[in-house]
């Protein structure tokens, strides 16, 4: 290296330098986890804008996360300073797409300030199409149609591309039409869905060549980080984009596909060397993160996938430290563990940002937030929400609180509609006036309003079994063990019916979350004691600038590396995931094996496996295995460890068990302390005292009619106009009104003629 090279060539490898400076054709830059893909990448874009072969705004750069894109562009300021400040195309595709499709909205009948719709909206639009068509939603989720629309948009298919085979898919051959629907609809809304950003676009420059050639024209440099996660969609349109320059530099790990669940296709990277003949193929083989213990570790795991298109990786960092194995008892036990080697690492000087707790899946989250907030460890959740504000969590803890609680009103409005109980807007309208108008909460609005003609015999019944089903789980919940009560509760008003009814991946992880929140529960000695606790989690007062440690899934950790990395849960059903196991096919596992690649490679020094040989499920103990992938691990560059805190005769008998596999995957027996304590019958004593109180204060709230009406009296209502009072019963009037008759209303919404 000469003294004057410019700054971001230093410290780069010779691959590395080769992927920077040619800068001209199609570029595949294939190799592993932490060989400075992404660190070249960023090179590259700093080295056109440095020797000026292109302007900020003549380079496509596509990131995978809007938190990539951010780095790339500070990380590029700082190599050439505040050009990047204009670079307008560097962002995900969602983001790149979203923007390209304002200008040229109309040619696929949008207006540029089209509104982007978010999922639940998405649904809704299509629930509505579903039943437009006759179809029976329940037989026909509105989720599954989304879950197709966006596989086939993923893929490039516009409604008149599917096939029969498609369309068959969904209600019997009806997914095309339902499909084209939907797009109509969007169109007249001046809307579109994530799928569309691209797929717009696809056909925009499929069918407008002045369009395409501007294009063309204006990306003289396309660059892709994470390639093997593209979608064909992604692909199809990069295609177009660098058919003329042909400057195309796209990296990637074949290893690190961890997203064909949702269309990505690895297969990418093969048709890039078809469809960009001549392709100059870079390999990168020296990780520059982890320790040679840690990437060979990896590297052992990933062996077991075939069909690979193979890598050699080494280290310079040092052996550092074996990855360490640790068996614990159970899942309180794993929390409890990470929590004190990360107050031990802190109280060592080390700091929280440099630390982070991969899951598998998001659920899994809960018992490590539960025990930080405990012991005051500062957070963050990244990719996602923190478990307590999940949207399912919310609604069923509103539920909770509502039995425990009736005049929660807050809860109630959750989730009086949530699942649908044909209870219209205007029914809910005139319980809200009917509780502001005698001062008393909605439950108990709801309660008198029943027996009168205020809201359509429809609404009545629906609010009537509503609040037959609450006072029933409020006497439940003298009897019952509060996490039995909840799941009750989750089942009978329907809620939890309503998510398995969507059959998609998202509600999948919906229904997990909910269990883990009757696994909680479990830990609480009643209802009140785990609703208090809840409400404390919520208020969390850490700022944004305080060191916190990172929890997510592993999926959201692609592309990042920490210091110190915590993999929790490696045991069979949990990771690999039951879904993988209980799907069975190799391809399943082998993502899986991928996603275990990632998890591992993302440590820079330390990596700690962790399995609990119990978890409990649904109240019961259950043994479990370790992962597969445990057992993969190269014993060289391992150090098992099995710690107990309790129950030490009992790991033992448990350990042995393992020896014949099928006595370990019997379920267990209830023997672990939290379960024991949920299991005594009276603990619970503290939760209907409270309940009954606030029955009685609720009760006694504005029962008094009104003193301003008497029998004779000539009033007005809203809905049924002007009447005579004919009978007075507390607030409730019979009142025989001169156009529909008699009929039984509330004194609050009468008005003295
Ligand atoms: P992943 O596959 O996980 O996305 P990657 O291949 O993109 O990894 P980077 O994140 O770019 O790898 O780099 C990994 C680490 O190595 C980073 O901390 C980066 O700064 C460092 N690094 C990259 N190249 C070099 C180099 N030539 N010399 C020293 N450190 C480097
Ligand atoms: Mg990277």
Not at 182 to 200: I, K, S, T, V
Not at 362 to 383: C, K, P, S
Not at 444 to 456: K, S, W
Request: net charge negative; proline share 3%; charged share 25%.
């Amino acid at each position: 290296p000469s003294p004057d090279e410019p700054p971001y060539l230093r410290g780069l490898n010779a691959p590395q330098r080769e992927a920077v400076l040619t800068t001209e054709g199609p570029v595949l830059v294939l190799a592993g986890a932490g060989t400075g893909k992404t660190a070249a990448l960023t090179a590259r874009l700093a080295h056109l804008l440095y020797t000026r072969k292109a302007w900020p705004s003549e380079i496509l750069s596509v990131t995978f996360t809007n938190k990539a894109a951010r780095e790339m562009k500070e990380r590029v300021g700082r190599l050439v300073g505040d050009v990047v400040e204009g670079m307008p195309w560097l962002g995900t595709f969602h983001a790149i797409g979203a923007k390209m499709l304002r200008r040229h909205a109309e040619l696929v009948g949008l207006q540029s300030n089209f509104t982007i719709l978010d999922t639940d909206d998405q649904i809704r639009l299509l629930k509505q199409l579903i039943a437009a068509a006759d179809l029976d939603e329940k037989r026909w989720p509105a989720r599954q149609l989304a879950g197709l629309i966006d596989g086939w948009k993923n893929k490039g298919l516009t409604p008149d591309m599917l096939d029969a085979g498609d369309s068959e898919l969904f209600a019997n051959g009806r997914g095309q039409e339902l499909y084209r629907a939907y797009q109509d609809r969007l169109r007249a809304l001046n809307a579109c869905d994530f799928g569309d950003l691209l797929l717009h676009m696809l056909t925009i420059l499929k069918a407008h060549r002045d369009v395409l050639e501007q294009y063309q024209q204006r990306f003289k440099y396309i660059m892709v980080d994470e390639y093997q996660d593209t979608n064909s969609s992604q692909y199809l349109w990069l295609r177009l984009l660098a058919q003329a320059s042909k400057n195309i530099c796209c990296v990637g790990d074949d290893d690190q596909s961890i997203y064909s669940w949702r269309g990505a296709q690895v297969e990418n990277i093969l048709k890039f060397e078809r469809d960009f003949p001549g392709a100059a193929v870079i390999r990168l083989e020296q990780n520059y993160r982890s320790t040679s213990h840690i990437l060979a570790a990896a590297s052992g795991v990933i062996a077991n996938n075939a069909g690979r298109l193979g890598k050699t990786l080494f280290t310079d960092a040092g052996s550092g430290e074996k990855v360490e194995v640790i068996g614990i008892w159970d899942g309180p036990e794993e929390a409890r563990r990470v929590g004190d080697e990360i107050e031990a690492h802190v109280r060592g000087g080390g700091s929280l940002d440099d630390t982070a707790i991969l899951v598998r899946a998001q659920h899994q989250t809960r018992e490590f937030e539960d025990r930080f907030i405990a012991i005051g460890l500062n957070y963050r959740i990244v990719g996602g929400f923190r478990f307590y504000e999940r949207q399912e969590i919310r609604d069923a803890l509103a539920y909770l609180r509502i039995v425990h609680q009736p005049a929660d009103d807050l809860a109630f409005e959750r989730i009086v509609n949530v699942p649908k109980r044909g209870l219209g807007d205007k029914a809910l309208a005139k319980l809200h006036m009917l509780a502001r108008a005698q001062g008393i909460p909605l439950t108990l609005a709801a309660a008198r309003i029943l027996d009168t003609d205020e809201i359509t015999p429809q609404a009545r019944r629906a609010l009537g079994n509503f609040i037959g089903d609450v006072a029933r789980w409020r006497d439940m919940a003298n009897t019952l063990p509060h996490p039995e009560l909840a799941r009750q509760i989750l089942d009978e008003s329907g809620y939890t019916a309503m998510w398995q009814a969507e059959r998609s991946v998202e509600a999948s992880g919906r229904l997990e979350n909910l269990n883990e929140l009757v696994r909680a529960m479990e830990e609480y000695e009643t209802l009140g004691a785990f609703l208090e606790h809840v409400s404390l989690v919520m208020d969390n007062d850490a700022t944004a600038e305080d060191p916190k440690v990172t929890v997510m899934t592993i999926h959201a950790a692609k592309g990042l590396e920490f210091d110190t990395v915590f993999l929790v849960g490696w045991e069979e059903g949990v990771f690999p995931s039951q879904r993988a196991l209980d799907e069975g096919g190799l391809a399943s596992l082998e993502e899986e094996r991928r996603l275990a690649y990632v998890a591992i490679t993302r440590a820079r020094r330390r990596a700690v496996i962790m399995h609990a040989a119990n978890r409990r499920i649904y109240g019961q103990w259950t043994s479990s295995i370790p992962s597969r992938f445990i057992g993969e691990l190269p014993g060289e560059h391992i150090v098992e460890q099995n710690s107990m805190s309790g129950g030490e005769s009992l790991w033992r008998a448990n350990w042995s068990e393992r020896a014949d596999p099928f006595a370990s995957i019997a379920r267990g027996t209830g023997r672990g302390p939290g379960w024991q304590r949920a299991a005594t019958a009276g603990s619970f004593s503290a939760s209907p005292k409270r309940v009954t109180e606030a029955r009685a204060s609720a009760v006694s709230l504005g029962n008094k009619g009104r003193s301003d009406i008497s029998l004779g009296m000539r009033v007005f209502h809203q809905k049924f106009g002007y009447g005579t009072v004919a009978e007075i019963e507390g607030n409730k009037l019979e009142i025989d009104f001169e156009q529909a008759g008699r009929k039984r209303v509330m004194d609050s919404f009468v008005t003295i003629d």
